[in-house]
């Protein structure tokens, strides 16, 4: 099973700053299976990215991914007060498919 | 326009077997290459995978959940069916289903709402 460790666990920053979030894999994995989510207090968490650097339809384009092998990482460039949120990584390349613990992005 | 939704009961008794519904339009589970997920989430934790079941009837669990776990599909009612046995309070979370797309991302790429199940004596 391949582990996902993301970090930080939480990422205290101000609005208008750059958020930037990391995903390790325990193992390679193919990076056109690698995801990103975004969930709000409430709600079922929403794809952003996928193939590790494709925005879904919709996504603002502050949100980037990128990394390849082990190592993968979201970016928002500049927050937005809705941004604040827990993020998920999430390998589905194969199975059992996995998810890393989430980053929390809280307002500093 | 894809929707899912989720359905079942609210608490359930330990040792007990939890069914959960997936409702869902907007696609058929019959088009090559669709997948229905289930994800779980605890009360202040995070999504564990438990399973998928794919348009050809292959299905895919987690060894976590040790045999325990069942997913079915009836493609002319548009649902899926989660069924989990002996079950046990560390069960209770909130379930959701979600679309697995079969173009471009074979991630999840739309989401029920979620239904949250207690298991409590």
């Known amino acids: 099973e391949i582990v996902l460790a993301q970090s930080p666990g939480t990422l205290s920053l101000s609005p208008g700053e750059r958020a930037t979030l990391s995903c390790r894999a325990s193992q390679t994995i193919d990076s056109r299976y690698l995801a990103w989510y975004q969930q709000k207090p409430g709600q079922a968490p929403r794809l952003l990215i996928y193939?590790?650097?494709s925005r879904t339809t919709g996504v603002a384009d502050r949100f980037s991914g990128s990394g390849s092998g082990t190592d993968f990482t979201l970016t928002i460039s500049r927050l937005e007060p809705e941004d604040f949120a827990v993020y998920y990584c999430?390998?589905?390349?194969?199975?059992?498919?996995?998810f890393g613990q989430g980053t929390k992005v809280e307002i500093k | 326009q894809i929707t899912l939704k989720e359905s079942g009961p609210t608490l359930v008794k330990p040792t007990q077997i939890l069914t959960l519904t997936c409702s869902f339009s907007g696609f058929s589970l019959s088009t090559t290459g669709v997948g229905v997920g289930w994800i779980r989430q605890p009360p202040g934790k995070g999504l564990e995978w438990l399973g998928i079941i794919y348009w050809d009837d292959d299905k895919r669990y987690s060894p976590s959940l040790k045999g325990r776990l069942s997913i079915t599909k009836d493609t002319s009612k548009n649902h899926v069916v989660l069924t989990l046995t002996n079950v046990d309070p560390v069960d209770t979370a909130t379930y959701y289903c979600a679309h697995r797309g079969s173009s471009g991302s074979y991630a999840f790429d739309f989401w029920g709402q979620g239904t949250m199940v207690t298991v409590s004596s």
């Open positions: 999430h390998h589905y390349g194969s199975s059992p498919q996995t």
């Open positions: 193939g590790a650097s």
